[in-house]
């Protein structure tokens, strides 16, 4: 719960998750009353009101006095003010009620300029993560095509006639365990489609495939033997650190592990 005070009011109201509220303290102080009739007009309008308003609109809460005792308190946003000010009448009431208005609303704007820049600022910050994930990704990904090339001469070398395919192949592979994609719904410019967490996954498949490729042509495997391996690492990966979202939502990935693995 964030505090901001309104120096010309001299109103200190507090934020609680993006909604200005004010304490039944201050209304007592400001208005020049008890606390005790404060708290005891808030009970008058708690039992004249709904309880979906009143649970809404007048949340008890507790502070300490000047001894040290623990009492009780109100905590209001601007409809359960606003209906409680109904009870307040003459000049000096009618002056602090706009005094208060102010305050609110200020408060309000601060909120919204408040999040529009956290909103900003977040955005920037995917920003370099995801252009950071598309780096590496690419760099993961020349890296793989790297090893299939040498993979399909070591294809053909064992008298495969269709080994060229294995470019495709194996990236379909990927994109159908890690997505559910096929070749012919794959968009354009796919990986530009993906945000930080699905590249971090693609990534670490990519990896997972040259590295199957490359243990497979070491230990001199049959290329076909070799294909099996790596679709094997892929779902083993996945199983690891599960599947990525799927395209286009916003549900958030499994990053953290999927980083401990590439490390």
Not at 15 to 40: N, Y
Not at 160 to 186: H, I, Q
Request: aromatic fraction near 8%.
């Amino acid at each position: 719960m964030s505090k901001m005070s309104t120096p010309t009011q001299e109103i200190q109201l507090t934020s609680h998750a993006g909604i200005p509220m004010v304490s039944s303290l201050t209304v007592a102080e400001k208005f020049g009353k008890r606390h005790a009739d404060v708290l005891r007009a808030i009970e008058k309008v708690r039992k004249e009101c709904s309880v979906d308003f009143t649970e809404r609109n007048f949340a008890l809460s507790e502070y300490q006095d000047s001894t040290g005792r623990t009492l009780p308190m109100v905590i209001m946003p601007r409809d359960g003010f606003s209906m409680l000010m109904m009870r307040f009448t003459g000049s000096k009431a009618a002056s602090w009620r706009e005094k208060f208005i102010a305050a609110f609303n200020k408060m309000e704007r601060y909120i919204q300029a408040e999040a529009i820049r956290q909103a900003r600022q977040a955005e920037r910050h995917a920003q370099l993560e995801w252009q950071q994930a598309r780096s590496t990704g690419k760099l993961a990904r020349r890296e793989e095509t790297d090893i299939i090339k040498e993979f399909i001469g070591y294809a053909k070398g064992q008298g495969s006639r269709n080994a060229d395919m294995y470019y495709l192949s194996l990236t379909a592979m990927v994109n159908r365990k890690l997505f559910g994609l096929e070749p012919k719904n794959t968009p354009e410019h796919f990986r530009d489609t993906l945000d930080a967490a699905q590249l971090g996954h693609l990534r670490m498949a990519e990896i997972a495939v040259r590295r199957a490729l490359t243990e497979g042509m070491t230990n001199m495997l049959p290329y076909k033997a070799i294909f099996t391996f790596a679709k094997e690492r892929v779902k083993q990966l996945i199983a690891m650190v599960g599947k990525p979202h799927p395209l286009l939502t916003g549900e958030p990935a499994n990053t953290p592990l999927l980083l401990a693995v590439v490390a």
